[in-house]
């Protein structure tokens, strides 16, 4: 499997002065928060993941990507502890929470505002102001009175994130989390991702949304065929991989549109 150092930024370009970025600016990653050591998942007699060693430390927005079958949505389960391995271990360090890819089978409450606060009160909890928090921090103050299933599939999306999210575990863990949503939606869930790892937290997205990838994770874990074939820095996986973006392809070294849009601005 291939591993990726951080590249060094590269010099300006000639043609327009501008400096092509590379990863944003961020803290170290902490101390590992769950742990997965050569595990391997069978089902249906056939092999879905193989030797998988992934580690999700705090401070990370971490991408899994792969084609469908990769093993992604398997990995996320076995690191939820909703999958049992057949080998290796799972070694949680911290409570993780998992949002599965149909958003629908989290959203029971009559309001938004209810679906997010009954987490609370199902841990048995007070409400410190992490309903408001969340509810913000996806967009969905306008929403919050309005029936969770009256909304759009991208907005049930944000309020099941919501609703887990809620619950205070530091490890998120995303399925697809994307699906349904517009460019604005997508822009939130960036900002809820960034914003939850700064505070020490950690994200796992599993998403083909490479773009969404590009712009918001520290570090992308690429599975083919139930196995890690490549695992580093978001900027220099994306940047090497059958996963560049379009943007990449097209006007390189850039890797998204608001890099572009920078640079224009620079020169």
Known sequence: MPTF???????PNPATGALATNEPARAAPGEVLVAARQ?????ARTTVLRGVDLEVRRGEVVALLGRNGSGKTTLLRALAGLRT?????VRPKAAVAYVPQDPNSLL???????????????LGRTDDGAVAAWIDALGLHDLASRHPRS????????????AVAVGGAPVLLLDEPT????????????GAAAGHATRGGAVVLATHDVELAARCATRAVVLADGEVVADGPARTVLGGSLFAPQV??????FLTVDEVDA?????
């Open 108 to 122: 029971f409450a009559p309001t938004v505002r209810e679906e997010v606060a009954q987490t609370v009160r199902l």
């Open 248 to 253: 990449l392809r097209v006007l390189p070294p």
């Open 39 to 43: 595990v391997e998942v069978t089902l």
């Open 151 to 162: 909304l759009s599939g991208g907005e049930r999306q944000r309020v099941a994130i919501a």
């Open 179 to 190: 699906r349904g949503m517009d460019a604005a939606s997508r822009h939130v869930l960036e």
């Open 5 to 11: 150092a951080e590249s060094e930024p590269s010099a």
């Open 85 to 89: 391995v057949d080998r290796g271990t």
């Open 263 to 267: 640079a224009m601005e620079r020169s």
